[in-house]
């Protein structure tokens, strides 16, 4: 599924629609560029998936953990700064999954150590006010969601 956004509300809306639909064990992977959108689109995921908390980027701290009132947990994970995929096995993203729904920015940096069924999201700079967003789903998981997302934005699957 293709997406463009052309303001980062739209990019926000998007991801507050997603982020609704997350479950524990859910892993969303993002790639694209600097500035093409990521961390906007997280922004949405985690209100929509309930946490009061502000979304910042977790680029100096690799991990920001978003707790829910019924115990659940979104993990926002940012791969920019990790050296190699060791460093990222070390951040036990199989063991987030358990607790929570995790996305991932960057992943493509560390595809290796991610498991193969998730939702790939590619990120591409068009404007100063557009981003274009290609959705990919690995799996049954995320074919279903990718079908559910898509008949929300557009009334069709
Ligand atoms: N349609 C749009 N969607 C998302 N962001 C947009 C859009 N138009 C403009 N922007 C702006 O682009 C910037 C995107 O920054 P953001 O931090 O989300 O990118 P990023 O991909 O996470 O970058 P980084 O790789 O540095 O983490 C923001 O300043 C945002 O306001
Ligand atoms: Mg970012």
Known sequence: ?????????????????????????????????????????????????????????????????YRHPQGRRFFHVDAYRLANPGEAEDLDIIGMLEQGAVVVEWADRIRSILPAQNLWVKMRWVDEDQRDMLFRAYGDRYLSLLAELRHQIYGVS
Do not use: Y
């Not at 524990?24 to 309930?50: N, P």
């Open 1 to 65: 599924m293709e997406f463009i956004s052309r303001h980062p509300d739209q990019t926000r809306r998007l991801g507050t629609r997603l982020g609704l639909m997350l479950q524990v064990g859910d892993l969303v992977c993002l790639e694209g560029e600097l500035g093409s959108g990521k961390t906007t689109l997280v922004q949405g995921i985690a209100s929509g998936w309930g946490s009061p908390d502000l979304v910042t980027s977790p680029t100096f701290v690799l991990v920001n953990v």
